[in-house]
Structure formats: C-alpha cells, structure tokens
C-alpha cells in the first residue's frame, strides 16, 4: 500500500547507461515517490536535510537526513518515500546496473 498523496515527487534522470543510473528526486512538503521496486543496488545522496518516511508495506518509519548524508539498499527494495518535512528536499539516487 502506497501513501495517499497527490503530489508526486519530481524524477529528473541525469544519465542513464549500462553501469548506471542517477536520478535526482526533487519533494515539495508531502510529495511521494510512489510505490517501486528497484532492480538494483542504490545509493542516495540528499542534496537538502530532511525527514523521510518511509513505508515498506508492513510499516512506516521516519528517518532525519542531513545535507551530503548518503545511505544504500540492495536490489528488491519495495517501498514508497514521501517528505515527512515542511519545506521542499532533494536527494540523489544513483542505481548500480552492474555490481
């Protein structure tokens, strides 16, 4: 189960090859990513603070980030991601299509 929001957080992919991917997501307060899998490893990179919450079907968890903080997750990762914050974040989330 997704979210209930209208908003959709923003993807801009700024490259996109065989080895890789990275995406910028860019979150108005309260926007979402929307429910997803990824198919790879990933790291983020958040380019603002900001609280995510995250929710993986079974439960919900916050997280604070801080600007530069970077985290990964393996491939098979189900989940929806939504800025918990009051004001816009952005992050960097880079795929590994060969690991």
């Known amino acids: 189960m997704a979210f209930q929001c209208d908003i959709p957080a923003r ?12 995406t910028r997501w860019d979150f108005a307060p309260g ?14 990179v958040m380019i603002t603070a900001g609280r995510l919450r995250i929710h993986d079907g079974r439960t919900t968890s916050e997280v604070e980030l801080q600007h530069g903080q970077a985290y990964s997750r393996p491939a098979g990762i189900r989940h929806d ?4 914050s009051d004001h816009p974040i ?8 060969k690991y």
């Open 81 to 84: 991601v939504m800025n918990a």
């Open 11 to 22: 993807p801009t992919i700024q490259h996109d090859s065989t080895e890789y991917r990275i």
């Open 90 to 97: 952005a992050f960097v989330e880079i795929e590994m299509k």
């Open 31 to 44: 926007a979402v990513t929307g429910w997803h899998e990824h198919g790879y490893p990933y790291v983020v």
